[in-house]
Structures are given as structure tokens and as C-alpha cells.
């Protein structure tokens, strides 16, 4: 068996990503492929974090724009991750794969408390463990919780798992046909460039921890254990090369 490059991983994955092809909502078949691969790295000895989004079911920021209340909104927002969670939980469960759900608001109804050495604990078990309803305060993303729960749980890198796109374009790839997209960059290079691979929040976390990104699209299945190993798929972002 091929071996993993990294011990402890958190892979961030998108609400986008969770919706596939329909745009909205929870996709059960994209749900069931993602937990088939997390099962997959999981059976290599990999101790693996989740981070997961809710844009496939409400945004803090649209529905500020709309007229609600911006914490309120977030709030909203934080509430659409622990279902896209759950639902996450319900399919590595049903393949056998121990895991937990951890959240930054409390629910102990549904899921754990977010304790650090817990979910440390977790890992060490051989436990999937998965982060939800973000850092618990508003005007912060999951992009930042990712970072965050990285640092805190000494990670050895972050898995930005997108829907469509397969790395970090100077474009957005979908408008700009002849968009180029970038192997290999550094923390610095994606905030002065402004590009959009995480929030600059998030990307300052990780420069500081030297955390280093790998950003990658989910559409080619496998593409999960083919970061972990190591292959030249999508955009490293790390230190200086």
C-alpha cells in the first residue's frame, strides 16, 4: 500500500460541494462518495478532521444582504453546517467508520461540545472527527474554522476539497476560458494577489502556523487520497519554494 505524506489532516469541504450537481441542498449520492473516500484514508492509518460549509443551504453573508440582521445571519449559517455534518456522520457511521460531530454552539442532543483534547483523543482512536457550526462567532467563515482547528489540533495540512473547480485559477475559470491555474504559491502570493482560495483571515492563520493548503476539486473521484499521498493534483500553497 501506497503511504500517506501526512499523519492528521483536516479536509475542508465546501456546502457547494455537498450539493453537486443540483446547486442546493444535500446531494445523498455526492455525500455517499465523499464518506467512500474519507473510509478510504481512514483505512490507510490517517487521522482525519472535517470542516464542513453551509452554502448549499443558507449564507450569512446573502442573507445579510437581504435585510437580516448579520449576526443573526451567521448564526443562520452555523446551524446549516451541523446538518450538512449530520448528514456526513450518518453515511461514514453506516460504512463503519467511528466518528463524532463537534460543535462550536452547543447541542448535546445531536453532538459533542468542541473540547480540543477531546478531539484529539478522538484521533488517536482512529475516530473521524467532524468540526461544525464553525468557530461559534459570527462574521468568521469555515474557511477560518479550518485554519483554526488545524492549528489547534497541530495538523499537518488542510485538504480544500471544492466542488467544481480543480485548483487556484488568476481567474475565475468559469468566465475566463484561458484562465491559468497556478501549481504552486505562497501564503504572501495569495493575499497580495487577492486570489480566492481562502479568506484572508483564514489564509494569515495558516501562514503563521505554516499550515500548508492543497486545493483541489472533488468532481474526479479519488482525488481525496491522491492529495494525501502527495501527487501533483490542484494548487499547493505553503512557505517559500
Known amino acids: 500500500m501506497d503511504r500517506p505524506k501526512y499523519r492528521r489532516i483536516v479536509l475542508k469541504l465546501s456546502g457547494e460541494a455537498l450539493a453537486g450537481d443540483?446547486?442546493?441542498?444535500?446531494?445523498?449520492?455526492?455525500?455517499?462518495d465523499i464518506a467512500e473516500q474519507v473510509q478510504e484514508i481512514v483505512d490507510m492509518g490517517v487521522?482525519?478532521?472535517?470542516?464542513?460549509?453551509?452554502?448549499?443551504?443558507?449564507?450569512?453573508?446573502?442573507?445579510?444582504?437581504?435585510?437580516?440582521?448579520?449576526?443573526?445571519?451567521?448564526?443562520?449559517?452555523?446551524?446549516?453546517?451541523?446538518?450538512?455534518?449530520?448528514?456526513?456522520?450518518?453515511c461514514l457511521e453506516k460504512l463503519g467508520v467511528p466518528?463524532?460531530?463537534?460543535?462550536?454552539?452547543?447541542?448535546?442532543?445531536?453532538?459533542?461540545?468542541?473540547?480540543?483534547r477531546k478531539a484529539t483523543s478522538h484521533l488517536d482512536h482512529g475516530r473521524v472527527v467532524i468540526f461544525a457550526a464553525g468557530t461559534g462567532n459570527p462574521y468568521f467563515t469555515t474557511d477560518t474554522t479550518a485554519a483554526l482547528r488545524a492549528a489547534e489540533i497541530d495538523a499537518d495540512v488542510i485538504l480544500l476539497a471544492k466542488g467544481t473547480v480543480d485548483g487556484v485559477y488568476d481567474a475565475d475559470p468559469k468566465l475566463a476560458p484561458d484562465a491559468k491555474m497556478f501549481k504552486r504559491l505562497t501564503y504572501?502570493?495569495?493575499?497580495?494577489?487577492?486570489l480566492k482560495v481562502m479568506d484572508a483571515t483564514a489564509t494569515s492563520l495558516c501562514m503563521d502556523n505554516g499550515i500548508p493548503l492543497i486545493v483541489f476539486g472533488l468532481a474526479t473521484r479519488g482525488n481525496i487520497r491522491r492529495a494525501l499521498l502527495g501527487e501533483d493534483i490542484g494548487t499547493y500553497v505553503g512557505e517559500e519554494f
Not at 22 to 32: K, L, P, S, T
Not at 99 to 116: D, K, L, N
Open 188 to 194: 504572501l502570493e495569495v493575499l497580495q494577489r487577492g
Open 99 to 116: 466518528t463524532r460531530v463537534q460543535t462550536a454552539i452547543e447541542m448535546r442532543e445531536v453532538a459533542e461540545p468542541y473540547i480540543r
Open 22 to 32: 443540483q446547486g442546493y441542498g444535500i446531494d445523498a449520492e455526492v455525500v455517499q
Open 47 to 90: 487521522q482525519v478532521a472535517i470542516v464542513v460549509g453551509g452554502g448549499n443551504i443558507w449564507r450569512g453573508v446573502a442573507g445579510s444582504k437581504a435585510g437580516i440582521d448579520r449576526t443573526t445571519a451567521d448564526y443562520m449559517g452555523m446551524l446549516a453546517t451541523v446538518l450538512n455534518a449530520l448528514a456526513l456522520q450518518d
